[in-house]
RNA sequence: GGCGGCGUGGCCGAGUGGUUUAGGCAAGGGCCUGCAAAGCCCUCUACCCCAGUUCGAUUCUGGGCGCCGCCUCCA
């Protein structure tokens, strides 16, 4: 049973569902501007939280937000001279390419923010008919004062919050901590109607709604990155708790993606896009070094550290190479048991300790690597399928067998020939020639193995 | 100012009151190999500073220094 930390009670939680699926919601991106890395983290993060859980039995609903209007898309819309209705699409688009290249796997439901505007409306409405929102001269806010447990994510009483807040009260909000539901639209902007003027949705209204509409109340997992803790999560939460619904049973956040030790964000302007990322590594490599940092942990993501991880990530590949090859001739009857899967899940149930269960992997790659090196076929098929479904339970799926072109596979065999004719040069040519059609060249007691 | 967190070997990054090592990458040596690749074996080595608790602390407590996140849009 995979337990994880719980921002709402500072402890560990069980992650199981109730009756039905595991529901689990995850705050989306706001699609202004291409993905970057640290997207990319969060994505990967509550991807493996979502294949573990499915690689163990559990059935999961994934809820994933876009937010596809909001004061950023405007803003690139108006200085780009187009539609926001265009700059929102074509940065979902972009989106999804990235993580279509990143093999994280699309969320079941993606509600647009867009498509919930009435829903979002009623909810307002209700919030101010129950006289805890109120309405002023540039939008709807919540008065937070009158939640009862605000804070709870922030773990900071609202008194503190209320005296560290850096904003200045406009004058149109009561209290400084008090936040926007509905953002009355200025002359030019989109706008939905609502009983208090044409306007948009405030961005912590759009997840209350679209989760509970999607999940229900009670969902079990709400997650996303440590920076959406506070306001975001605590606002989305206090708008529940106001309306006396049952909201997200447990709470995770990711570490950030930091740059020279700060924050990657768009804001702070020093982000790397993931698409480039993707381009440069095999996506696998970003993958496992997000799986060797703890998912709670702020993590600094480089050049180096990614070619760490794509040579990390050769050790797998080979031994799925080394195993597929052996798979035809191997012994019949029952391999002895690892005891890997055992371990494996040990650690990742404790609060997905994902750097331990890689390094249990590892360790077993080279054991597997061992033991068929010496010749004990059994133990080392044994530890090495292992090894590579744990790997594959959090997406790190060897990459599939290259297709060899008939060209290649024949001068492997004029290699072959060479080799067993003792013709060093003819051999050592023609590997040159494999090398240069971009294959890897290895060889093996079945003779040149390919691959790219 | 408030709240939360961090400081580990050449690099990344776990973990632990002591006895046997995280793991990956890099480096060096060896084995295997026609050469190479892959693989295996071995080696290197750490716990920010100070004080305290303890038979013993990198691990607990207190203080200090440094760094980061949140309190504003942000994954």
Known sequence: MLRLHDTATGSLAEMSAKNGPFRLYVCGPTVYGPPHIGHGRFTLVYDVIRRYLESGGTTVRHVSNVTDIDDKIIERANSERRPWKEVAEEN???WWSAMDRMGVAKPHV????TDYVEEMVALVSELVARGIAYDSEDGVYLSVAHVPGYGLLAQQSLESLRAGARVEPTGVKRSPVDFALWKKAKPGEPSWPSPYGPGRPGWHTECVVMSLALLGE????????????FPHHENERAQAVA???RFADHWAHNGLVEVGGAKMARSVGNVTSLEGLAEAHDPRAYRLL????????PMEVREAHLEAASQALERLDSLARR????SGDGPQGTLPASRLPERFKERMDDDLDTPRAMALVFEAIRSANASLAS??????LSE??????????VGLLPTAVSVVAKEALHLAEKRDQARSARDWAAADALRQQLVQLGYRVEDTPAGTRLYR
């Not at 993606?110 to 923010?113: F, L």
């Not at 009670?218 to 803790?229: P, Y």
Request: negative net charge.
């Open 323 to 326: 195993i597929e090859e052996s």
């Open 218 to 229: 009670g969902f079990e997992l709400h997650g996303g990155g440590a920076d959406l803790k």
């Open 375 to 380: 010749g004990d076929r059994p133990a080392g």
């Open 243 to 245: 309306l006396g619904r």
């Open 290 to 297: 997000v799986l060797q940092a703890h998912y709670r942990a």
């Open 92 to 94: 979902e688009a972009l």
């Open 384 to 393: 090495g399928r292992a090894a590579l479904s744990c790997a594959a339970a």
């Open 110 to 113: 993606v509600p647009h923010a």
